[in-house]
């Protein structure tokens, strides 16, 4: 087996339930992922949902590296004895066949022992979707019960309904409902949020989500409403523009008055020759004018990777410095850090950050997070988490990034742009497989709403009856 220290977790974003006391508890659902890396050593990514993927009636059954984790050791560094403490971990890592996480256990460490401290487990339909997701504690002798959230889906892999569910003893009690509806583009074009109500014994309404789109399938309007008095009222709505490349340019923010629609805020985006993002410039609507408020300023290395994202405020009459992060890369681009950078007046100090080293492969091998004192002299606190996994054989028909497909800006809050001379269809899936976005690629260049997706990294997909392109991107 293949052991190696792999720090931190790629964070992955759970269902939209956060209405609710558990919503804390829930960020401990996903904390990896199954990794595919190509033999050639290239910075590709590509989560294998089976060991043969079936593409039209052809069927690709090459070799990879699969990463899957054994376990993970999480450190906090104490800077007072400056040494590593060993916390917690994660263990009893279980995969299917088709690399689905199925169950994995926290536990904490006592003294020179190991306590359960939760189990959480998993689900999944025959798309690979998840279907069900169950979290439960240790009680000394036995798991117990405390949440659940069951899923389901129509034909396309869209999710249709998301219901969050606690444990009271005796039996499951319903919490929270989540309600979708796309048109035939697959565009989410409802939602709908629903509570249980125990005095009336079902379902309450009380809010829904409507969103519009153009013809090149951008959401160019987002409509909030609540249920009152057994009608549909409006409290405010979003409405976005777009260039000729589908980048989005403008983002406007109103509320509902009583017969009006009144401005609050807006946002307008700039971007260079190659549809980078570079800049951000956020105002407040104030006595009749747009006021500024602050922007973020971005910018990129020659392989459109980010490297710095400066904020300002503004101060009247002149932009005031608040803030930065910076990035580096290493030659596979892959990120090997990112600092965040307050102003103090006079010169930039250090507040927080992560370090990152990776192996041969590609794979992340180390993570370390630092954060400054106030005036950026030493560390004032660090933790690490170290994963432990070993290799499987899977697929290795993928094509390199940079021959067959093109993906910027990575990383990117509201579009993509794939650039690709290969038609075909895409798909764009979280790190557990489970399918977001799906569309037709007949262009050499075409943009991508991804403004939709949860904050984490994600795989691109482009397949055909020949060949598959894999791409990773990064949803800020």
Same mark, same amino acid.
């Not at 699969?66 to 993970?72: A, C, F, L, R, V």
């Not at 240790?138 to 117990?144: G, K």
């Not at 794979?363 to 997070?369: E, H, P, S, V």
């Not at 054989?393 to 993906?407: A, H, P, R, S």
């Given at each position: 087996m293949?052991?190696?220290?792999f &720090?931190a977790i $790629? !964070?992955l974003?759970l269902n939209a339930? +956060?209405?609710s006391?558990y919503s804390s !508890?829930?960020?401990?659902?996903n904390?990896f992922?199954?990794?595919?890396?190509d033999?050639?050593?290239?910075?590709?990514?590509?989560?294998n $949902?089976n060991?043969e993927?079936t593409?039209?009636n052809k069927?690709l059954?090459?070799?990879?590296l699969?990463?899957?984790?054994?376990?993970?050791y999480?450190?906090g560094?104490d800077?007072y004895? &400056?040494? /590593?403490?060993?916390g917690y971990?994660?263990?009893?890592?279980?995969?299917?066949?088709?690399?689905?996480?199925?169950?994995?256990t926290d536990?904490?460490?006592?003294?020179?022992?190991?306590?359960?401290?939760?189990?959480?487990t998993?689900?999944y %339909?025959?798309d690979?979707?998840?279907?069900?997701?169950?979290?439960?504690?240790?009680?000394?002798?036995?798991?117990?019960n405390q949440?659940q959230?069951?899923s389901?889906y129509?034909?396309?892999?869209?999710?249709?309904? #998301?219901t969050?569910?606690?444990?009271n003893w005796?039996g499951?009690?319903n919490q929270?409902?989540?309600?979708? +509806?796309?048109?035939?583009?697959?565009?989410?074009?409802?939602?709908?949020?629903?509570?249980?109500?125990?005095? +009336?014994n079902?379902?309450?309404?009380?809010?829904? =989500?409507i969103?519009?789109?153009?013809?090149?399938?951008n959401r160019?309007?987002e409509?909030?409403?609540? /249920?009152?008095d #057994?009608i549909w009222?409006?409290?405010?709505?979003?409405?976005?523009?777009? %260039? !000729?490349?589908?980048?989005r340019?403008?983002y406007?923010?109103?509320?509902?008055?009583?017969s009006v629609w009144?401005?609050?805020?807006r946002?307008?985006?700039n971007? %260079?020759a190659?549809?980078?993002l570079?800049?951000?410039?956020?105002q &407040? /609507?104030?006595?009749?004018?747009w006021?500024?408020h602050s922007?973020t300023?971005?910018?990129?290395?020659?392989?459109?990777?980010r490297?710095n994202?400066l904020?300002?405020a503004?101060?009247?009459?002149?932009?005031?410095?608040?803030g930065?992060?910076?990035?580096?890369?290493d030659?596979?681009?892959?990120q090997?850090?990112s =600092?965040n950078k307050?102003?103090?007046?006079?010169?930039?100090?250090?507040t927080?950050g992560?370090?990152?080293?990776?192996?041969s492969?590609n794979?992340?091998?180390?993570?370390?997070?630092k954060? /400054?004192?106030n #005036?950026?002299a &030493?560390?004032s606190?660090?933790? #690490?988490?170290?994963f432990y996994?070993?290799?499987v054989?899977?697929?290795?028909?993928?094509?390199?990034?940079?021959?067959?497909?093109?993906?910027y800006?990575?990383p990117s809050?509201?579009?993509?742009?794939?650039?690709?001379?290969?038609?075909?269809?895409?798909?764009i $899936?979280n790190?557990?497989?489970?399918q977001?976005?799906?569309?037709?690629?007949?262009e050499?260049?075409?943009?991508i709403d991804?403004s939709t997706?949860?904050t984490?990294v994600?795989?691109?997909?482009l397949?055909?009856?020949?060949?598959v392109?894999?791409?990773?991107?990064?949803?800020q």
């Open positions: 293949k052991k190696i220290l &720090f $790629l !964070a974003s339930v +956060a209405q006391k !508890a829930r960020t401990n659902e904390k992922g199954r990794i595919v890396r033999g050639k050593k290239t910075n590709n990514l590509n989560l $949902l060991f993927q593409i039209g069927t059954k090459n070799p990879t699969i990463q899957e984790t054994d376990s993970i999480h450190w560094w800077v004895n &400056f040494f /590593w403490i060993l971990k994660v263990t009893r890592i279980i995969y299917d066949a088709n690399g689905n996480l199925l169950r994995y536990q904490n460490r006592i003294g020179n022992g190991w306590v359960n401290v939760d189990l959480n998993y689900a %339909d025959g690979n979707n998840r279907i069900n997701y169950l979290y439960q504690v240790w009680n000394d002798s036995l798991w117990l949440y959230y069951t389901t129509d034909g396309g892999n869209n999710m249709l309904s #998301s969050f569910v606690v444990w005796t499951w009690l929270d409902k989540y309600t979708y +509806a796309y048109d035939v583009n697959n565009n989410q074009i409802n939602e709908i949020y629903q509570y249980w109500s125990t005095s +009336a079902r379902w309450q309404t009380q809010w829904q =989500i969103n519009s789109y153009n013809a090149n399938q160019t309007n409509l909030f409403q609540a /249920w009152k #057994s009222v409006n409290l405010s709505q979003k409405i976005y523009s777009y %260039d !000729a490349y589908y980048n340019t403008s406007l923010y109103q509320q509902w008055n009583d009144v401005n609050s805020t946002n307008i985006y971007y %260079d190659n549809n980078n570079i800049s951000n410039i956020e &407040f /609507w104030n006595s009749n004018l006021q500024n922007q300023i971005y910018t990129y290395n020659t392989n459109y990777n490297t994202e904020f300002q503004w101060n009247d009459s002149i932009w005031v410095s608040q930065q992060t910076s990035h580096t890369y030659s596979s681009n892959n090997t850090s =600092i307050g102003w103090n007046g006079s010169q930039w100090e250090n927080d992560h370090f990152y080293t990776y192996d492969d794979f992340k091998i180390t993570d370390t997070f954060e /400054w004192t #005036s950026g &030493f560390i606190r660090g933790d #690490s988490d170290y996994f070993h290799t054989v899977g697929i290795k028909n993928f094509n390199k990034q940079d021959e067959c497909i093109t993906l800006p990575n809050s509201e579009k993509i742009t794939v650039e690709t001379p290969t038609k075909g269809f895409l798909t $899936l790190l557990n497989g489970q977001l976005i799906t569309c037709q690629i007949t050499p260049k075409t943009q991804v997706l949860p984490g994600y795989f691109v997909r397949a055909n009856d020949k060949t392109a894999i791409g990773k991107i990064i949803k």
